[in-house]
């Protein structure tokens, strides 16, 4: 993730393991165009229910990096209007 803004199309199926710093603090909203895997990892991408997630297009995360390159998903969102 480039440090271009801090909202991001993510258009891939490549699973995310990790975000790249945007700087302690900061807030990033990332759109899914389609299914991948969101892998969670107990401090540098931690998710909801501590469990990777399986992404749909449209679904949308908000992510808070409460440490260099570590990102906590305050807020995600299915498309689906599912439960995460």
């Not at 749909?56 to 570590?70: C, K, N, T």
Request: hydrophobic residues 40%; negative net charge.
């Amino acid at each position: 993730m480039g440090k271009d803004g801090n909202h991001f199309d993510v258009s891939g199926s490549t699973p995310i393991t990790s975000i790249g710093t945007q700087g302690i603090g900061s807030y990033v909203t990332l759109h899914f165009d389609a299914a991948l895997t969101f892998t969670h990892h107990s401090t540098d991408l931690i998710l909801p229910g501590a469990a990777n997630i399986t992404t749909a297009a449209g679904d949308i995360a908000v992510m808070y990096e409460y440490a260099s390159a570590d990102w906590r998903c305050v807020s995600y969102t299915k498309a689906s209007g599912a439960a995460v």
